[in-house]
């Protein structure tokens, strides 16, 4: 009897499990520093997912800390395009900017979120930080008041639907980080702790103040703009 080659069944796209089971996946090599490895992850979900931002948003900031600038930002254009919705992909393109000290092209990018996202915090939280970067405090001053102003209108929609105020933490990720090793370990309890406008304000502008650019301080404000 001829031996028949075993036909294997095709997997529908229904089958596959919700993008969220398996992000924890590419984001444990984030969480190791392995960078590569991580972006190597984050484009094998792309596949599996291509209608997923966070694939796309994340892979470039892996591509980014692993060195491979051009990759990163080729594809954050890609997700530009893809997402117009989504003002995550133009942030991180900004991010990018910032980094290699292009201010010109860093104010290019953040001037369309201001424009078509002025609803979004880390607009004007990545704004200031701008700001800072080029030492011009009182525009920083004012991008951070701004964040805070649309902080506090963001807050009060959220009270006024009768959500509880630590819910704003669960659902305002407008930037999407990665987990920052550097960032000490925060549970569900002291992550969602109330923090008010004020609070933001001053943490933005005393950072303006005293030109703090270490890497820590940079992943500690990076690593607030994901917990709201």
Not at 140 to 145: F, G, I, L, T, V
Request: hydrophobic share 40%; net charge negative.
């Amino acid at each position: 009897m001829r031996n028949l080659p075993i036909q294997q069944p095709k997997r529908d796209k229904k089958d596959l499990p919700k993008p969220a089971d398996v992000q924890g996946w590419a984001r444990q090599a984030m969480r190791d520093g392995d960078w590569l490895e991580a972006a190597r992850r984050w484009a094998i979900l792309r596949t599996a997912y291509p209608n997923v931002p966070q694939h796309w948003i994340q892979g470039g900031i892996a591509l980014a800390k692993a060195g491979e600038i051009s990759s990163a930002e080729e594809l954050l254009v890609q997700a530009k395009e893809r997402f117009k919705s989504d003002p995550n992909p133009l942030l991180q393109l900004a991010e990018i900017a910032i980094r290699k000290q292009d201010w010109e092209l860093a104010e290019e990018h953040l001037s369309v979120t201001q424009k078509e996202f002025p609803e979004s915090c880390a607009t004007w939280l990545q704004s200031a930080e701008l700001e800072i970067q080029k030492g011009e405090f009182e525009l920083a001053k004012k991008y951070s008041e701004r964040a805070s102003s649309q902080w506090e209108h963001l807050s009060s929609q959220y009270v006024e639907a009768g959500e509880e105020f630590d819910a704003i933490f669960a659902k305002e990720t407008v930037v999407e980080q990665p987990e920052q090793t550097e960032a000490p370990a925060l549970t569900p309890k002291n992550t969602l702790r109330p923090f008010g406008p004020k609070h933001l304000a001053q943490l933005i502008w005393t950072k303006a103040f005293l030109n703090l650019r270490s890497e820590v301080h940079h992943n500690y404000l990076s690593y607030l703009w994901w917990v709201i």
